[in-house]
């Protein structure tokens, strides 16, 4: 038997079937419900036939693809090598030319890779794998818990685009033959990622009562800081900071709204003092190029305070440093928890993305263009220009005032 189902967005038909055990789902490429009926006529009769032993399966085609055509295809797979799971992704990584890519993104993906091994199993032929199988990945992934909490759709998307990026890989190098059966998978809903909030507001909601430790902890994740609670806490790293690097390093991201690889890679040639400029190192913005950048420009303090710090800069070309060398990102996190630790920042500054959040939410505040704020941090998506949209109080008043427009007499105009 097969049946058929509708894509809701595109409205084309698809055929499920059964055969050997195993269920497939193919695009029968038309939103007619009669020609898809047809065809799924065909192939619950194909399956019968090859079932009662009437027409048999070539060893060296996609049986999927043969009961599809009603058993008139004959051209030949190409993937007629099974690939494991584990040996294909095991080639990928080994065909990454050094530098391609960052250590950071590469960590990532062995990450994703133990995931996708541990629930599809190693030892798993990757051409058997269908969308019932990636289905049912999303499914358990979503049941699996870190640190007390359920993985979020937000990993388990990263991983299959992990999956679907390496199978692409495999298909550009005639290992695989069919495409990666991620399309069409369905997600579990998830809430859209709370505003920007100030500690106020946090405190506020909080002091209301009936909120779980991990409730509390998704506010503190959502904090921005006013600019001038970002003044204090600069003025507290300088008192308390161990090494004088450290100073520098949280001003360079507070006053640039710069992430924390971009500023890990940042060369002091990248700081042009006479006109009032930093180049941000960006690695993700292009397919075709390692580093792109973009221009920010630097606060009067910012200005001041590296000018005062390359004066006393250990040697090498990165800005932030204690040795001559770059500086792992273990090490800034590590720096930045040992450095608030204790004080009354400890606990609600997860980490230097606070920052990041903190200077564009600012900036909006303040009424700089959007446009310019997408700018000055760089790659912004939509979904993080709504958490901090709401802070351009000026633009949404006078654009409220354009439509209900009072004139001086008191009437709509």
């Known amino acids: 038997m097969a049946s058929i189902r509708q894509d809701k967005r595109s409205k084309r038909f698809l ?19 009669k020609e ?6 065909r192939v619950g009769e194909t399956v019968r036939l090859i079932e009662q032993g009437r027409i048999e399966v070539p060893m060296d085609v996609d049986p999927a693809e043969f009961i599809l055509s009603g058993g008139r295809i004959s051209k030949p797979r ?8 584990e040996e294909l992704f095991d080639l990928y990584h080994s065909s990454m030319p050094k530098g391609v890519k960052e250590e950071r993104t590469l960590e990532g993906e062995q990450l994703h890779f133990r995931h996708l091994l541990r629930h599809f199993g190693a030892k798993r032929i990757v051409q058997s794998i269908g969308l019932i199988d990636v289905q049912t990945y999303v499914a358990d992934r979503s049941r699996d818990t870190y640190r007390g909490s359920v993985i979020s759709v937000d990993t388990i998307r990263k991983e299959l685009s992990t999956f679907r990026l390496v199978w692409n890989w495999a298909l550009s190098q005639n290992r695989l033959a069919i495409h990666c059966p991620t399309k069409g998978v369905k997600y579990p809903k998830r809430d859209a990622k709370q505003p920007f909030m100030t500690w106020n507001e946090i405190e506020r909601i909080i002091s209301r009562g009936g909120l779980s430790a991990e409730q509390e902890s998704d506010l503190w994740d959502c904090l921005f800081l006013s600019t001038d609670e970002v003044a204090c806490l600069l003025n507290d790293v300088r008192d308390i900071a161990r090494h004088e690097f450290i100073y520098p390093m949280i ?40 580093t792109t950048f973009r221009r920010v420009p630097m606060s009067r303090q910012l200005a001041d305070e590296m000018r005062t710090w390359f004066s006393v800069h250990p040697g090498g070309q990165f800005s932030i440093s204690n040795t001559s060398g770059a500086m792992a990102t273990d090490t800034a996190t590590n720096h930045w928890r040992l450095t608030l ?23 909006a505040a303040a009424g700089v263009d959007p446009g310019m704020i997408d700018s000055w941090m760089g790659h912004q998506t939509e979904e993080m220009r709504n958490r901090y949209r709401h802070l351009f109080p000026k633009q949404q008043q006078t654009a409220i005032d354009r439509i209900f427009r009072v004139d001086t007499d008191g009437s709509n105009s």
Not at 259 to 273: C, K, P, T
Not at 351 to 361: E, Q
């Open 15 to 33: 055929v499920v079937f059964r055969y050997c055990g195993r269920q497939f789902q193919r695009g029968l490429g038309t939103v007619s419900r």
């Open 36 to 41: 898809a009926l047809e065809a799924a006529a």
């Open 78 to 85: 190409v993937d007629v090598i099974p690939v494991r799971l």
């Open 251 to 290: 001003l360079f991201v507070a006053h640039t709204g710069a992430r924390r690889s971009e500023m890990l890679r940042s060369r002091i040639d990248d700081f042009d003092f006479d006109l009032g400029i930093v180049h941000i190192r960006e690695k993700k913005r292009s397919r075709t190029q390692s």
């Open 341 to 363: 630790k204790g004080t009354r920042w400890d606990r609600r500054l997860r980490g230097f993305h606070a920052l990041r959040h903190s200077f564009a939410s600012n900036a």
